[in-house]
């Protein structure tokens, strides 16, 4: 039998660091895009941008997932109450359904916009038949939901700054690069 592993596989800490830059990213895309006027080539490549970053958040959190299933989560030390366990795993099952979902939907937004769907060089197969009322519901949706995403976001960075700061347990360690 071998010793309990205190950090995370290397794969999952790369991937989780990997897809907070994307997500940055995906992110700062969007918000950027309203300094420049409808139609203009800053606005359309930060659209531009956004789409493909976003769908390979999709991608990654396909094989994010992979790693969480087939390799054990360290154990928290000192173990944290169990109502705090609950809700980081309520926070990461929102967190891991929104990037999921958030690239399936801007993907079904195009689809329906019937705009192409560009990917690093590809133009993706829509997913829908065109349908502007119901791309623009589900952009509507999608515009809820990362709002939403800010918020998760922000209270998944403080868990691990308090379990970190004021705890002192290992949560922020077991997801941190180096030994600990």
């Not at 891991?96 to 560009?118: D, N």
Request: hydrophobic content about 50%; glycine content about 8%.
């Amino acid at each position: 039998m071998s010793a309990p592993t205190m950090r995370y596989h290397s794969a999952s800490i790369v991937l989780h660091w990997l897809m907070f830059l994307l997500l940055v990213a995906v992110y700062a895309c969007i918000e950027l895009r309203e300094f420049y006027p409808k139609g203009s080539d800053p606005r359309e490549a930060l659209k531009h941008w956004h789409f493909m970053l976003g769908l390979s958040v999709g991608l990654l959190v396909i094989l994010r997932i992979y790693f969480r299933l087939r390799y054990s989560r360290p154990a928290i030390t000192p173990e944290p109450a169990a109502w705090q366990e609950k809700l980081a795993k309520l926070v990461h099952g929102l967190l891991y359904a929104l990037m999921l979902l958030m690239p399936i939907g801007g993907w079904l937004i195009l689809s329906g916009e019937a705009k192409s769907i560009p990917f690093f060089g590809l133009d993706l197969p829509p997913l829908m038949g065109p349908d502007k009322d119901l791309a623009h519901q589900i952009e509507e949706l999608h515009e809820t939901f990362g709002q939403v995403g800010y918020f998760l976001i922000g209270l998944h960075a403080l868990a691990a700054l308090f379990h970190h700061y004021l705890l002192k347990d290992n949560t922020l360690k077991r997801m941190w690069w180096g030994k600990n």
